[in-house]
Structure formats: structure tokens, C-alpha cells
């Protein structure tokens, strides 16, 4: 009887639902980090503490935190490239990507209840990397549609774009970088990389967006939340969006955008709504949001 219990259970057990499971992160060596300056890892402790100060344990409300902290920071791009993929920590000059990395390792290390610089190091490997663990430039997610993937599978971020009222879905091939190699430093003169970056690039892709003509929609204002994640979809042939940051709902209830502003040079929110932004753009068609998983 004993052993007819026990295999029920077994049997329950393997037919549950899996969840995605979050991986312990672990930080690359020291050897392996390159830094913006030495004061890069105090910054990031006293922005830790003030965080943990804060009291926020949500981490909607720990990303918009943390987002407000970091208006004003410069926006430099290309900050990651070197002649070795290393682990950059640079919360000084941010591009619209490592903005978004940067709040999801202090929202992360602060949900964890961890208040060093090492901790967010290791966040940021592990949204950063594919699998969580840097190697080469090619192990480096280059694609947000692969980023969302990933990180979604190891239990750091959930896509919230299908629960979107009027959402709708585009096919597309995500192959930009192995079309266009001499825009970038890595893969101009090594056609061994361009290779590997071949193998992770999506093609046929059907992911979930918002046409940015629904931004005005009630429904659709109401479903987006302060720290939400917003990626803006482009229709830029091989490639599936343009530019990253968070949703700021203002208090007339409109979704804005707080981004690291190329045209701005810094940090900044957006005075307009997100619907306005996207007008001043053509090649801007829609949005793609997505949360961390808590």
C-alpha cells in the first residue's frame, strides 16, 4: 500500500505545471569585471542602502525607485564593447539597455535582501548572459525578443504583452546583426563570431506587440503599471525593437516613458505620454511591456 501511495505521488508530481524556476546568480571573477572608475562599486552600495532605507518590497515600486535615482545619468553607448567580452559595471554612462539591466540587478539585490556591489555584479551577469553566465561576445543576449526568452525561462522576467487589451502578433526574422557585421566592432573582421551569433538569431519569430494607436485606449492605460519594462518594436527590417525604459504612469493616469535618452544625452522622463513620443517616430510601431518575476 505503502508503494502504490508513493507512485501516485511520483506520477502527481510530474504532471504539475512548471513555473519558471529563478537560478541562484553568481558573479563573474574580479579579474573579469572592467569598471567605469573606482567610485562605480561605492555608487552602487549607497544606492543599495538607499533602497533597502526605502522600505519598498515590491519590485515595480523598487524599479521606479531606483529609475528616479538615476535621472540626470549621462547616456553613452557602446559602453560594453571591448577587444574581451568582460563584465562592464558602469552606472555612470548608460545606454537604454544597461539602464534597464542596471534596475533589475538593484531591484533584484534589494529583493534578496543583499546590499552589495558583488550582489548587483552578479545580477547583472545574470540578466545580462545567456544561460546567467557570461563566456564570449556571442554569449552576450543581443536581441530583446531572445532577453525576454531567457530570462523568462530562468524566472527573472514575465512578457505581459498577451494579457494586453488589443494585443496583436508579429512574424518577423530577428537577424539584423549577422546582415549588417560592419556596424559592429566584434564582428567586422571575425567571421567565426558572425557564425555564432548566427545560431542564437530568431528566425520566423512570432512575438506579441501593441500597435502604439492603442496607447489612448482606457483599457490599456489602465493595464500598465509604474516599473513596468517598455520596449519600443520597430519595423527596421531584422530587427524586433528600437529602444528600452520604463513605464512612469503620471497622475492624469497616462503611461509615459523614463529612458536613457540618446536625443536627451541622460536619463530623463518624458514630458509628453508614450502615445506622443511614438508619433515623432515612423519607424516606431508599437511596444512590447514585461515585468520582473517577484
Known amino acids: 500500500m505503502k508503494n502504490f501511495l508513493f507512485l501516485i505521488l511520483i506520477l502527481l508530481l510530474s504532471c504539475a505545471p512548471k513555473q519558471p524556476v ?14 567605469h572608475c573606482d567610485s562605480d562599486t561605492v555608487v552602487i552600495n549607497n544606492l543599495l542602502m538607499q533602497g533597502y532605507e526605502s522600505g519598498l518590497t515590491d519590485a515595480n515600486a523598487l524599479i521606479e525607485f531606483y ?5 540626470g545619468t549621462p547616456y553613452v553607448a557602446h559602453t560594453l564593447e571591448g577587444d574581451k567580452e568582460m563584465l ?4 555612470h554612462q548608460l545606454d537604454c539597455l ?25 545580477n547583472i551577469e545574470n ?30 522576467l514575465v512578457e505581459v504583452t498577451p494579457d494586453l487589451p488589443h494585443v496583436d502578433y508579429m512574424v518577423k526574422n530577428i537577424d539584423y546583426m549577422t ?22 538569431e530568431l528566425r520566423n519569430h512570432r512575438f506579441p506587440y501593441l500597435k502604439r494607436s492603442w496607447l489612448n485606449d482606457k483599457a490599456v492605460k489602465a493595464a500598465l503599471r509604474s516599473g513596468d519594462f517598455v520596449t519600443l518594436v520597430t519595423n527596421i527590417e ?37 502615445f506622443k513620443f511614438l508619433e515623432r517616430s515612423k519607424s516606431n510601431i508599437g511596444i512590447r511591456v514585461f515585468r520582473m518575476i517577484q
Request: with cysteine; proline share 1%; hydrophobic share 35%.
Open 127 to 156: 540578466v545580462r548572459y545567456r544561460g546567467g553566465k557570461m563566456g564570449d561576445y556571442s554569449s552576450r543576449i543581443h536581441y530583446i525578443s531572445e532577453w525576454i526568452i531567457d530570462n523568462n525561462v530562468r524566472g527573472n
Open 22 to 35: 529563478r537560478q541562484e546568480a553568481h558573479a563573474a571573477s574580479v579579474t573579469e569585471m572592467r569598471f
Open 179 to 200: 546582415h549588417h557585421p560592419d556596424s559592429y566592432s566584434q564582428l567586422k573582421n571575425d567571421s567565426a563570431m558572425v557564425e555564432k551569433i548566427r545560431r542564437h
Open 98 to 122: 544597461t539602464f534597464i539591466e542596471s534596475l533589475y540587478a538593484l531591484t533584484r539585490t534589494t529583493l534578496g535582501k543583499r546590499y552589495s556591489w558583488r550582489d548587483y555584479a552578479a
Open 67 to 71: 529609475a528616479r535615482k538615476l535621472l
Open 88 to 91: 562592464t559595471i558602469n552606472i
Open 238 to 274: 531584422g530587427l524586433d525593437v528600437s529602444h528600452n525604459g520604463i513605464i512612469i504612469v503620471n497622475e492624469k493616469g497616462d503611461p509615459c516613458l523614463l529612458h536613457a535618452s540618446m536625443s536627451g544625452g541622460k536619463v530623463m522622463l518624458e514630458s509628453k505620454s508614450l
